[in-house]
């Protein structure tokens, strides 16, 4: 099954809904909407939806393309594009987890690596 993207359009609809902003750079915000996209010599970058994941995660909360929100945007488009590619977040991670987590990326203190890892073993497939 093909994997779904969010768009930078997406990316605008989710800021709105979340009242977070405004936006500092719209290239970076495109740019981290892009990467989970990449390619290197026609092979995905990102092979697994969890790396994808982690992608966009890792580029929303470091590219800071946001005067405001850039954590709160990264968590909820991870979540949407999670969710668009049928997985959901499991019912046992709370949202201190979800906070030590994003916290570490913002501070370069887990690798991308633990990044796919956690978010690999965070989710489940939708029933």
């Known amino acids: 099954m093909p994997c779904e993207f ?3 359009e997406d990316l605008l609809d989710i800021m709105t809904a979340l009242r977070i902003g405004p936006v ?14 990449t ?3 026609g092979q995905d970058a990102y092979p ?14 470091k590219n800071h393309a946001l005067i405001d929100g850039n954590k ?7 979540s949407v594009f999670l969710s668009l590619n049928a997985l959901e977040i499991r019912e ?5 987890d979800v906070y030590e987590l994003v916290i570490a990326v913002a501070s370069s203190d887990v690798t991308f690596e633990h990044v796919c890892i956690t978010l690999s073993e965070w ?3 939708h029933p």
Request: charged content about 15%; aromatic content about 2%.
């Open 92 to 96: 046992t991670v709370s949202n201190d």
């Open 123 to 125: 989710t489940a497939t």
């Open 39 to 41: 390619t290197l010599m």
């Open 24 to 37: 500092r750079d719209l290239g970076l915000l495109n740019a981290a909407a892009l990467r989970p996209q």
């Open 48 to 61: 697994s939806t969890a790396a994808k994941a982690a992608a966009l995660l890792e580029s929303l909360t």
């Open 6 to 8: 969010l768009s930078l």
């Open 72 to 78: 709160r945007l990264a968590w909820a488009a991870c």
